[in-house]
């Protein structure tokens, strides 16, 4: 048996999951757990994105009994998660997802852990939910009685020995399919954007209370369109709760999520008017317009001029690099410039001028860059 074997039902159930699910998970190890067949791996832990921050489970397979259900093994700060044994508030269990995910397991069917590990993030959900809600909190409970309603809303609490209790809550922004304002999008996932509000526990209710923790969160691949940290939370009044503070965020957040869609075309014009002072792109970015090469001379000298252009041009000027076609280093890597963004510049300019003032800064640069290859400064 080949070391590091992953059963074929195992591995199927696993891509499917990884593939299919909503979120993006992520396995953190893959080890075995077989006796008879140490090289055989049939257990690994999965890193699950939860209120803006991630959960350990570990997932068990015995390879031994391959028909038999995984295990999964929760986190030691979540012992008294039951997933199946789950109270309604009527009282009565919740008998028929038990049968449903683990009751009829049928190994050959690669949906099955996909949907096992769905349930199971639903309970989660729900569980810590509950904690909070049981939490002593004047305050906390009008809080979470205002935006309880709300689509997606997650919470949890956080403690530890070296710090206060405090409730944290995820909070999903605008009813907005940022996908859909983006012609050819490329993502895979719905982007979101999410405001993160933590609470400390207290004990009492005051008339003013002081403002929670603040801060904007989003999907990694939207930094592609819009950058959170270029934005400016509103102002948390005296008194102001959860409920009050959402609908002024969202409403700006909205407008800034439109014209940051709107720049994608005023990137394109610009790259569109450098193309008539360098000639054909040799490579575009036809999504975001972030990106753009050009081939250009100075002499016989050859070089590539690489622009990254940031998402609030014109605002902010692109920077440049450029980059030998003719000399390379001790790795045969090729030897680029400093990057530039010290060539004249102003945003109210037509996007033709800021293309002959980049023509006209490189005329020069260009002969800086090969003068410093031929006498080495650069590697």
């Given at each position: 048996?080949?070391?590091?074997?992953?059963?074929?039902?195992?591995?199927?159930?696993?891509?499917?999951?990884?593939?299919?699910?909503?979120?993006?998970?992520?396995?953190?190890?893959?080890?075995?757990?077989?006796?008879?067949?140490?090289?055989?791996?049939?257990?690994?832990?999965?890193?699950?994105?939860?209120?803006?921050?991630?959960?350990?489970w570990?997932?068990?397979?015995?390879?031994?009994?391959?028909?038999?259900?995984?295990?999964v093994?929760?986190?030691?700060?979540?012992?008294?998660?039951?997933?199946?044994?789950?109270?309604?508030?009527?009282?009565?269990?919740?008998?028929?997802?038990?049968?449903?995910?683990?009751?009829?397991?049928?190994n050959?069917?690669?949906?099955?852990?996909?949907?096992?590990?769905?349930?199971?993030?639903?309970?989660?959900?729900?569980?810590?939910r509950?904690?909070?809600?049981?939490v002593?909190?004047?305050?906390?409970?009008f809080?979470?009685?205002?935006?309880?309603?709300?689509?997606?809303?997650?919470?949890?609490?956080?403690?530890?020995?070296?710090?206060?209790e405090?409730?944290?809550?995820?909070?999903?922004?605008?009813?907005?399919?940022?996908?859909?304002?983006?012609?050819?999008?490329?993502?895979?996932?719905?982007?979101?954007?999410?405001l993160?509000?933590?609470?400390?526990?207290?004990?009492?209710?005051?008339?003013?209370?002081?403002a929670?923790?603040?801060?904007?969160?989003s999907?990694?691949?939207?930094?592609?369109?819009?950058?959170?940290?270029?934005?400016?939370?509103?102002?948390?009044?005296?008194?102001?709760?959860?409920?009050?503070?959402?609908?002024?965020?969202?409403?700006?957040?909205?407008?800034?999520v439109?014209?940051?869609?709107?720049?994608?075309?005023?990137?394109?014009?610009?790259i569109?008017?450098?193309?008539?002072?360098?000639?054909?792109?040799?490579?575009?970015?036809?999504?975001?317009?972030?990106?753009?090469?050009?081939?250009?001379?100075?002499?016989?000298?050859?070089?590539?001029?690489?622009?990254?252009?940031?998402?609030?041009?014109?605002?902010q000027?692109?920077?440049l690099?450029?980059?030998?076609?003719?000399?390379?280093?001790?790795?045969?890597?090729?030897?680029?410039?400093?990057?530039?963004?010290?060539?004249?510049?102003?945003?109210?300019?037509?996007?033709?001028?800021?293309?002959?003032?980049?023509?006209?800064?490189?005329?020069?640069?260009?002969?800086?860059?090969?003068?410093?290859?031929?006498?080495?400064?650069?590697?």
């Amino acid at each position: 048996m080949a070391a590091d074997y992953v059963p074929p039902f195992i591995a199927a159930q696993l891509n499917h999951l990884l593939s299919h699910f909503p979120l993006t998970l992520k396995v953190e190890q893959m080890w075995s757990g077989s006796k008879h067949y140490p090289g055989v791996v049939d257990r690994f832990t999965l890193v699950i994105p939860y209120c803006l921050d991630f959960i350990r489970w570990d997932v068990i397979y015995d390879t031994e009994s391959p028909t038999a259900a995984p295990d999964v093994v929760f986190g030691l700060e979540d012992e008294d998660f039951h997933p199946f044994h789950m109270e309604f508030a009527e009282g009565q269990l919740d008998l028929k997802p038990s049968k449903n995910c683990l009751g009829d397991w049928n190994n050959k069917d690669p949906t099955r852990l996909l949907a096992l590990i769905q349930y199971l993030r639903d309970q989660y959900v729900s569980y810590q939910r509950k904690r909070v809600g049981k939490v002593d909190d004047d305050r906390l409970k009008f809080e979470i009685s205002t935006v309880v309603s709300r689509e997606g809303i997650e919470m949890q609490i956080s403690s530890g020995s070296d710090k206060p209790e405090e409730v944290r809550f995820s909070v999903p922004l605008m009813d907005m399919n940022i996908n859909k304002l983006v012609p050819g999008c490329p993502w895979r996932q719905n982007q979101k954007i999410f405001l993160q509000v933590i609470y400390p526990v207290g004990r009492k209710y005051m008339s003013a209370p002081s403002a929670p923790r603040l801060k904007l969160v989003s999907t990694p691949e939207l930094k592609a369109l819009f950058s959170i940290e270029d934005v400016k939370l509103p102002s948390w009044l005296d008194g102001m709760c959860l409920a009050e503070y959402l609908p002024q965020l969202e409403e700006s957040l909205e407008k800034q999520v439109l014209e940051a869609v709107s720049l994608i075309d005023v990137r394109r014009h610009f790259i569109e008017a450098l193309a008539c002072q360098f000639g054909r792109p040799v490579e575009a970015d036809p999504v975001f317009c972030r990106k753009a090469t050009f081939l250009a001379a100075s002499g016989v000298f050859t070089f590539l001029v690489h622009l990254i252009i940031p998402t609030q041009f014109p605002k902010q000027q692109p920077a440049l690099l450029l980059q030998s076609s003719q000399h390379f280093n001790a790795y045969m890597a090729p030897i680029k410039s400093r990057i530039m963004t010290d060539y004249p510049w102003s945003p109210r300019w037509e996007a033709s001028m800021m293309a002959e003032s980049i023509f006209e800064f490189l005329a020069d640069e260009a002969l800086n860059f090969k003068r410093q290859l031929n006498e080495g400064q650069l590697q």
